[in-house]
């Protein structure tokens, strides 16, 4: 290790020579990186997977541009629109069709007991275009009435019911005091909302939602003609009707608003973003503890250094190294820890956690930028070494 | 080897500590010139200013009151940059070794020599392992300080101190740790350098072993020079 740092250094790597001459504080400073990073994967983790699932439903539509009501606030979390609005954009120039959609949250009772909360998505079956081309090719059969697509990826269903499904076994569960059949499947998972999703044509829905009208949908969702713009007619249709309770967007842009949402606006988003600023925090505190004492411990040797001749910038580079090796050894177990957790917590809770390439190097940057930031306010110490009072 | 040349050039210097009614001078009016290749002994009981003189002298510690030129460098309102520059031409031994704890016997001593960069490190290596076996710390160059005694420590400090040829080695007690025989090899490696390489060795001392080696002994008393005894042609002053 000493050899390749200092071929990478050009010098002996005194700062790597200083952090492993004290086995116990190396062993607790990179644990303490290696803390502080793990913080930050989970909570990037499950900022992750709470955006993931918040956009993963838009993955199950197939259209252009989303009419909402303005009061509401995510795809999922939607109030009621009039469904005369569907026909007042149909008329527009450019609109090629539409179709109402009815969302809802259905509770059921699996047979050994466990609550599943089903996110339910009320379309008509007889338009495969405005939806996944995957559900598409399913969606004929849900033109029977009380039946189903239901998502295998849901929380707490059993394998063997699972098998059955996907073998294409017909699956009865009682819902709002009704059976549904199962006809066919999706693979979506649960999220923060649900345990699961489920495909119905809009009768079926509006059966096991007797609260909700035909004349309510919770979106109505659009297509654009062919080589139109998706953004003209959106302005179009935001000219055309009221600005006060209906709100257009393409559903690129409704997916976008439903993440800064999510994260802005809703507790949950904001207590995932502390703990990304905790976590920095915490390692920012660690480093510079760790950094501020090594620069106490041998303020001896850096003055000697300093009635030997050597300058300021030669002090900062054994500080940065220091940091530099303490991110490095601190990120690699705090990232394999995290692996570890991840997988445990998506098979304990069916969330959609996954380690990213991305979010790991942007965490080793981060760790690495914070690392060198305790490092930076660690050398104000270095003033204290005085050569003249080494005679 | 040139010698004879003033290598430090002392002009009216006083130096206080404190400020206010706390202030004390502790150097008084020292005029004082030392030759090339000469080795000096500063001597005088405790607070007599001597290492203050020392420190003033070695571009350790700012100059208030009058004229110090160090190898023809005014150090009266030197910068940092001049200074660090002029330090890396001095070779220091301290009386508390100041060796770097995670550093072996060889790589302290190579932190003398990589100072003046690392083109040639196999060179370094090789220098370093030759100074510390002169020293007889031959078996001792992969130890940490904490494994070697009182003794070898100081003679690792003393070989970090001569290793990169410096032109003036400034020393505060370097044998106080030393047994007599260590002690004198360390002096007489000293004198041998002033007489090869011109090297000059301003050295603050109570020894008295080693006085008998000295080209000129300064004894000084309250912050004043008080006796000047050349004891050799190469200490004599040029004044």
């Known amino acids: 290790m000493s050899k390749l740092l200092t071929l990478i250094f050009g010098r002996l790597p005194i700062g790597w020579l200083q952090l492993s001459h004290n086995k116990g504080r190396l062993f607790a400073a990179v644990s303490g990186v290696a803390f502080a990073t793990l913080l930050v994967f989970m909570q990037l983790g499950i900022m992750g997977a709470l955006n993931t699932s918040t956009i993963a439903p838009y993955a199950l539509l197939d259209a252009d541009i989303v009419v909402s009501s303005e009061a509401g606030n995510t795809l999922t979390d939607a109030e009621n629109i009039a469904k005369v609005w569907l026909f007042q954009a149909l008329s527009a120039p450019g609109v090629a069709g539409a179709m109402p959609i009815y969302i809802g949250n259905l509770p059921f009772t699996l047979t050994d007991g466990t609550s599943v909360s089903l996110l339910t998505f009320g379309v008509d079956a007889t338009r495969p275009g405005f939806v996944a081309p995957q559900i598409a090719r399913s969606l004929g059969r849900l033109t029977l009435e009380n039946t189903a697509l239901l998502d295998v990826g849901t929380r707490g269903v059993p394998p063997d019911v699972v098998d059955d499904l996907t073998s294409g076994i017909p699956f009865m569960f009682e819902a709002n005091g009704q059976t549904m059949a199962s006809v066919g499947t999706m693979d979506v998972g649960g999220g923060f909302l649900a345990d699961g999703m489920l495909i119905t044509s809009d009768q079926t829905f509006l059966r096991f939602f007797q609260s909700r009208s035909s004349g309510a949908p919770s979106h109505i969702l659009l297509k654009v003609a062919h080589g139109v713009s998706v953004d003209t007619i959106v302005a179009r249709l935001q000219d055309a009707l009221p600005a006060a309770s209906v709100k257009v967007q393409s559903m690129q842009n409704a997916a976008q608003a439903d993440l800064s949402f999510m994260s802005t606006q809703r507790p949950t988003g904001i207590i995932f973003g502390f703990g990304v600023f905790m976590g920095i925090l915490v390692g920012l505190v660690i480093v510079y503890q760790v950094l501020s004492t090594d620069v106490a411990d041998h303020l001896g040797e850096y003055a000697t250094f300093k009635a030997m001749g050597y300058g300021h910038s030669f002090f900062l580079g054994v500080v940065f190294e220091e940091a530099i090796i303490l991110a490095i050894f601190g990120f690699i177990p705090g990232l394999i820890v995290s692996i570890g957790l991840y997988a445990g917590l998506v098979s304990v809770t069916g969330l959609p956690l996954q380690m990213e390439a991305g979010t790991a190097i942007l965490v080793f940057l981060g760790t690495l930028a914070a690392c060198t930031v305790s490092g930076a306010i660690a050398t104000r110490r270095l003033g204290n070494a005085d050569p003249a009072d080494l005679f | ?239």
Do not use: C, W
Request: glycine share 8%; hydrophobic share 40%; charged share 25%.
């Open chain 2, 1 to 239: 080897m040139r010698t004879g040349s003033d290598l430090i050039a002392v002009r009216g210097l006083n130096h206080f500590f404190g400020t206010g009614d706390a202030r004390k001078q502790a150097i008084f009016d020292i005029d004082l010139s030392i030759k090339r290749g000469s080795l000096t002994i500063l001597m005088g009981p405790s607070g007599s200013g001597k290492t203050t003189l020392l420190t003033l002298i070695s571009a350790l510690r700012e100059v208030q009151a009058g004229n110090v030129r160090l190898l023809d460098a005014e150090l009266n309102g030197a910068d940092e940059a001049l200074l660090v520059h002029l330090r890396q031409r001095l070779g220091f031994i301290f009386q508390a070794h100041n060796l770097h704890e995670s550093l072996t016997a060889t790589q302290n001593v190579l932190m003398g020599l990589e100072l003046h960069g690392r083109a040639n490190a196999l060179k370094q290596l090789n220098a370093a392992h030759h100074m510390l076996d002169i020293l007889g710390l031959a078996d001792r160059r992969d130890y940490l300080p904490e494994k070697l005694s009182g003794g070898q420590k100081q003679r690792v400090a003393v070989a970090r101190a001569l290793v990169s040829n410096s032109e003036v080695v400034l020393a505060d007690e370097p044998t106080a740790a030393l047994d007599k025989v260590s002690g004198q090899t360390v002096v007489e490696l000293l004198k041998e350098l002033g007489r090869a390489r011109g090297t000059t060795t301003v050295m603050v001392t109570h020894d008295p072993r080693i006085l008998e080696l000295a080209d000129r002994i300064i004894r000084l008393e309250d912050g004043r020079i008080v006796a000047d005894e050349i004891v050799s042609d190469r200490g004599k002053d040029t004044e």
